[in-house]
Structure formats: C-alpha cells, structure tokens
DNA sequence: GTCGGGTACTTTTTT
DNA sequence: AGTACCCGAC
C-alpha cells in the first residue's frame, strides 16, 4: 500500500488516507477520480482492516462498477470477491431480494421497464376512468418524481391539492396497487421500498446499519431525495459516508438529481472532511480552458479552477454546415482524416444532445466507410421481439406477472386472443387469484369456445412445467424450447422484417449463454435483473475498431482522444424545453461534460438549417458557443462551393457548401435562408419549409413587411440570387 | 375482427 | 419523418 500512495498526488493522497467519519472529496473532471477512489477502498480494506463485506461502494453505472471490482481484483487479490460495488438500483434490488416480503411483495418480483410502466398507467387511467387532463408520459413522468422525492400517493396529494395532484395521485394508488398484484416493482419503486423498509423497520435498518461499516458514493452530485435518504440511514449509525462528485457535472436534475446534495454536504454532515482535487490528467490546456470559459457562466457553483501540466494543444475547432448532412460529412470526413494521421477509430467519439442527431451521423459515417457504432438510443433489450421472448421468462420466474402473460399468449398467435383474455382476468378477479391461475381452469370457463379453452390450458400445462424446472435449468435451455415449442422463428419469418427480428433473438440467446457461463443453472432472476438494470453506457466498448455515437448524458466517466460534438444550435442545445434558468445551467454542464471528455482534440459544429419533425428549420448558433474564449477557437471551413479546405482568417463567417443538399441558389425552390422576391411584400428571406407539394407553405421574413406565412403556390415568388 | 387510411403527436436527456 | 392510435370499411 505504501508504494501505491507514491503514485497519488497529495490531494488525492490525503483523500485516499482520510479517516472515518463524512468524506467529500470534490473531484474535477479528469482528476484521477476512479483511482481515487479505487485506492481507498483497497486502503480502507488493507489499513484500516475493514472486512469487503462491510463495505457498500455504490457507482452510476454497472460498467464503472464492473471497472472498479477488476481493479481491485488486481490490487487485492481474491478477497474482493464480496465486495457490494454497485448502482444504488442494483444494490436496492439485492437488498429487496432479502427483504422484500415483509412489505408484502415475493422475493421474485419483476422490475418494469419504462414501457411496461406506461401500459400499466394506461390501465390505472381506464379504471380509473378519468378522461382528459394527464396523459400517460405526464403521468408517469410525475410518479417518477414523486418516487424520486420518497413520497407516497397520499403524500403527493396532501402536497398538491389541485385538480391535476389529486388526478396524479388517485392514478398513482391504482399504479401501486397494480404493481403490487403484479408483483412488479418499477425503478423508482427499488430506491423508494427501501427505503420505505428502512423507516418503517427499524430492525431492517439495524441489520443493514450493522452490516455496511463504510459507505462510498460516486457521482454524488447526481443523486436524488430518496437516494439521499437511503444514505443517511445507512450511513447514520457509522458515521462513515464519504462521497465524491463534482457539481458541474450534475446533469440529471431532470430525473430528480438534487444538485444540493453535494453544494450543502457540509451542512448536512458538519465534521465533514473535504477535499478537492483540480489537477486534470486527462485533458490539453486548451480544452481545459475552453470547457471553464463556458461552465463559468454558471451561477449555482462553486468557483474553482482546474488545472493542468499537460501540453497546450490545438485549437478548438468550430465548423458550421448548411445542413445537419454537411455538419455529419464533415464529422465523417474529419473521422477519416485523422485516421490517416495515426487516430484509430475507436479513440475518436461524437456526441449529440438528441438520439434523433444520429441517423444523420451514421449515414454520414457509412457513406465514408467509418465504422462506428451508436450507443444507447434503442435499447437491445426493449426490442420487440426480445421483449416478447422475455415476457415467457419473466412469467416463469414471477407467474404473477400478467402483464408478461397478455404478452406472451399473443406472440406467437396462438388463436388466444385479447377477449379470452378479459374473460379469464375477469374470472381471475371474481375468485381472487392471478390470471394464470385462471388460464389452468379455461375449461371450466363456458364463456369461452372449448376450441380456445383447450389452446389455453395446453399452454397452461407448459408454463407450469416450466416453471417446475427452471430451478434446474440454464436460462439458455429455458430459451431454446421456449423459442422451439412456441415456433418462434416461424412466426418471424411471417413477418416482413423477420430477417431482422431473428437476429434480436439470436443476440439474445447469447447473451443467455454468456450469463450461465457463469452463474449455472437457476439463475433466471439474476439473468432478468441484469437484463432490466443495464445502462446505456455499460455497451460503451473498451477496445474494438469502431469510432462510438452517443448522447451527452451517456458520455459521463468516458474519455477519447478526439472528441467530436454536434448539433450546437440554440433549440436543440441548450434544449427549447430546457429554457428555464436552472435549466440552461444544466444544459451548460451537459456541455462541460461534454468538452472535457477530450483529451487532445475537440470539435464543435452546428448547422445554419436543420429538420426537426419533417420541417425544415432555421438554425442559429448556440449561446455557448459564444462563451468560448475565442482565442482558442479556429472556424473550419470552405468558403464556398467546389473550394478546398482552408483555414478562415478570425472573424470570417463560414459556410461549407460543398456537400449541401440544398438546392442551388435561384432555381426557384425556395429553401430556408434563399432570399426571395414577392409583389407586396417586396424582398425577404425563407425561415421555415411546411408542408410539401401541392399545400407547401413558408415562413417568409420580409424586410418591411414582417413574417409571413405563405403557401407557395398563389404568393407568386420570385429567388433572388444571393450577392 | 382485421385492414387501411387519416390524424395527431412526438423524445430531450435515462436508471 | 415516423409512429401510435382512432375510426370507418371490407
């Protein structure tokens, strides 16, 4: 341990050897953060004794926490085995898995995803049979909040008892008890039972108090209310809490991340020891300098300045296209370019603010030959024909699961359909079992056709012998004659996109196979957990020939070489539904983010025009980009049409012309920016395309007469060539 | 009961 | 643009 200290610098030794009691340790981007934190568990484990067992580290996403168990393997040996290094929802489902059945839940509960959720709502809206007001996402959206802050239905109706709160928590009480029936649990349910076992058992509590000695949090700066509480509790008894974050990077106040958690540690733990680390290994003072010019503009911060003995480096470079198809061939021609300069491929990444901004990028990238690929976006395990195979395992591990069940009787077809269906819940609810209880005694059922009946307790006998024996099954071996008996691949090749589908399956499969390889056989809730659980950003590879795509949340604790980030545009980043104070100060720091994952160069790029929702819109650049020191900048781009590359002189305003897929200026076309000529309104400039052919209408900005929208075919306009 | 066309809406970000 | 959903027709 002595020789590992020498390789700390002496803030983070200091904060690696720090003793018991509250830790902060403030961390700037690209300050060693991990090792940190690394160094002081193996301490904490070697020093000061500590049992792995006695130690909670919790990480924002499961590959940082995959990561950091790998390290430790490396500096510890074995005993890193036990160790809890998790996100706060896995280590929340650990504990459920123990303790879940006192709150009246089975130890093999499902956890929902996001789609699962909303068909639940949309059921709790139609018994509920409220009609107007809320709709399901709105919904949703506020439970999640609500679960987020640790409050109940009744509580959210005792704090907001207007018309929509009364609404939101009537369907929040029918969700829940819904979800309950299911016994399903959604993500936020993870954080908000547990932490509702921890205040209501105090027994729980102790055990758990007793068992975790030291409790350590990355990304604390993104943490939310509940997740807030649930560390006070644990951490209450041992005094032993020591996170570490920065508040510039807190990007997630969106879903209820609570940026105070971190600016008023202090306060909530008042002999706290801080420490702050501000040398960046990671990035060139250039971009160093850049990223503090526009996080400087934030108002809810601490000042404080990183530094770096790193080289100065190149310029920052900006370059603007006509279209989001020239600022994507720019990136993919840039890609290639520095290829030839010695830049592989997977050391080079490209961020956007939207998953939509992709499509563009990656045709871009495939015209050129870059390979590449998006990560997040869809999920894999969202797909639809994998959701369909997993409702067949989901029922299996948690027969109480209906919803999964509904799933599974349609897909195959099976001649089962949505009215047998709701004759059979019926059933279900008159006798007070759960539907698959009821699909046993379909025979006994008169409303249903014996034809139908017997299909469906042929399928009953099935699920139920398969839920014998999963026990002793691989989850592969549960896959594959799921997938034969059901006729799976026959029913995709039904399809017209079956070729595609199968893929998602055979994908799937072996993903089961590299999880038996090693859990062995009855591991199909562990297997379903890890399936809900995952994060887009634990697919980020770590090694492979690809350049990667991703949004900027999802780029938080990665680092490349060159850095590419598109789309700088005011309405699309900052965001038009980010436009609140705190929220454009969320959207700088989603920037800050951003810039400071590079290490030796950095792009930025925005469009003069971009189609949002099939219309063509005029784009202006982002405000942060003006708060870029622009000494540091160099703008990039051709002058016009059919001209090299070259270097602006500062100050020239460029426009890369050269692969537009705008019409040539003067051909009557009208595109947005084409200055046009109309009999009243005199001269004017297009702002935005609606609509195409016959009804095609234009926002037009006319010099005197104002904004107009026109429909093209009776305004009798006439192009004016640009000078 | 299913197909198809028209319409309205969307995702901003994710465990 | 794409899609989810609703209503009317076969």
């Known amino acids: 341990m002595t020789n590992r200290l020498d390789e700390l610098n002496p803030a983070q030794r200091a904060a690696v050897t720090a003793g018991d009691g509250p830790v902060l340790i403030l961390a700037g981007a690209g300050s060693g953060k991990t090792r940190v934190i690394t160094y002081r568990i193996a301490y904490l484990l070697e020093e000061r004794k500590l049992a792995p067992r006695q130690l909670l580290a919790v990480t924002f996403t499961n590959k940082a926490a995959a990561e950091m168990k790998e390290r430790l393997r490396a500096l510890l040996g074995n005993s ?32 929902f995803d996001e789609g699962d959720a909303a068909t ?9 049979g409220a009609s107007g007001g809320l709709g399901v996402g709105a919904l949703r959206t506020r439970i999640d909040q609500a679960k987020n802050e640790g409050l109940g239905p009744a509580e959210l109706a005792a704090r907001d008892p207007s018309g ?22 959604d993500f936020g349910d993870l954080l908000m039972l547990v932490h509702q076992l921890f205040t209501t058992r105090p027994e729980v509590l102790a055990r758990w108090q007793a068992r975790f000695n030291y409790v350590l949090v990355d990304e604390y700066q993104d943490t939310n209310r509940v997740q807030y509480l649930l560390l006070q509790a644990l951490a209450r008894a041992s005094g032993n809490l020591c996170v570490v974050g920065d508040e510039d990077q807190s990007i997630y106040r969106w879903r209820g991340a609570d940026i105070r958690n ?38 809810e911060r601490k000042e404080k300045r990183l ?4 080289e100065a480096g190149e310029q920052i470079v900006h370059y603007t296209g006509v279209t989001e198809r020239d600022e994507a061939d720019f990136i993919a021609r840039e890609i290639g370019r520095l290829g030839q300069e010695g830049f592989r491929p997977a050391e080079m990444v490209v961020f956007y603010r939207t998953n939509a901004q992709s499509r563009v990028i990656e045709e871009a990238l495939v015209r050129r030959r870059v390979p590449y690929y998006v990560v997040g976006g869809v999920r894999f395990y969202e797909r639809r024909e994998v959701k369909d195979l997993l409702a067949y395992l989901r029922l299996i591990a948690n027969p109480a699961d209906a919803l999964s069940l509904e799933r599974l009787t349609a897909v195959p077809p099976r001649g089962v359909g949505a009215r047998t269906l709701e004759v059979l819940g019926a059933a279900a609810a008159r006798e007070g079992v759960s539907l698959f209880a009821a699909m046993g005694r379909a025979e006994a059922e008169s409303a249903i056709a014996l034809r139908i009946a017997r299909q469906v307790s042929a399928l009953h006998q099935w699920l139920s012998a398969l839920i014998q024996n999963a026990a002793q099954m691989k989850v592969r071996e549960l896959l594959d004659e799921i997938v034969a008996r059901s006729g799976f691949f026959a029913y995709l090749d039904s399809l017209p996109d079956g070729a595609d ?24 809730t562990d297997f379903l957990e890890r399936v809900a659980l995952v994060s887009d950003s634990d697919q980020v590879a770590q090694a492979g020939g690809s350049a990667a795509l991703m949004t900027l949340h999802t780029c938080k604790g990665l680092e490349y070489p060159v850095v590419f980030i598109a789309g700088m545009e005011e309405g699309l980043f900052p965001h038009s539904r980010s436009q609140g104070a705190g929220e454009v100060e969320e959207e700088r720091r989603l920037l800050y983010v951003g810039m400071t994952r590079a290490r030796r160069l950095l792009y930025l790029t925005n469009t003069l025009s971009r189609e949002i929702y099939g219309t063509r819109q005029e784009a202006r650049p982002s405000r942060f980009l003006r708060e870029i020191d622009p000494t540091l900048i160099r703008r990039f781009a051709p002058a016009g049409r059919n001209e ?11 426009v890369d012309y050269s692969d537009s897929q705008l019409p040539p200026a003067g051909d009557g076309d009208f595109g947005v920016g084409s200055r046009v000529a109309h009999p009243t309104f005199g001269a004017g400039v297009v702002r935005k395309r609606e609509g195409r052919g016959e009804g095609a209408k234009a926002w037009i900005q006319f010099e005197r007469a104002g904004t107009k929208l026109l429909v093209l075919k009776y305004a009798q306009l006439k192009p004016i060539a640009d000078s």
């Not at 929509?164 to 649990?185: F, H, P």
């Not at 706290?272 to 996080?295: D, G, M």
């Not at 530094?307 to 790193?310: C, F, S, V």
Request: net charge negative.
């Open 80 to 111: 890193a085995g036990e160790l809890w290094i998790s996100t706060f929802h896995s280590a929340c489902a650990r504990i459920l898995r123990q303790e879940i059945e006192v709150l009246g839940y089975g130890r093999n509960f499902t956890v």
């Open 120 to 128: 639940t709502i949309h059921w709790a809206l139609e018994s509920a």
């Open 164 to 185: 929509e709160g009364a609404l939101t928590a009537e369907i929040y009480r029918l969700y829940q008890s819904r979800l309950k029936s299911l016994n399903a649990l």
């Open 262 to 299: 971190i600016l008023e540690f202090e306060r909530d733990f008042p002999n706290a020891l801080v420490f702050k680390l501000e040398q960046n290994y990671r990035s060139t003072k250039t971009i160093l300098a850049a990223a503090h010019s526009v996080i400087a503009n934030n108002l």
């Open 307 to 310: 530094w770096t003995e790193n």
């Open 501 to 524: 589908r199968r893929e998602g399956v055979t994908e799937l499969l072996s993903a089961a196979a590299g999880f038996d390889q090693e859990h062995g056989p009855g591991g199909l």
């Open 644 to 654: 090299p590359l070259r270097v602006p002189a500062r100050g020239e305003i460029h």
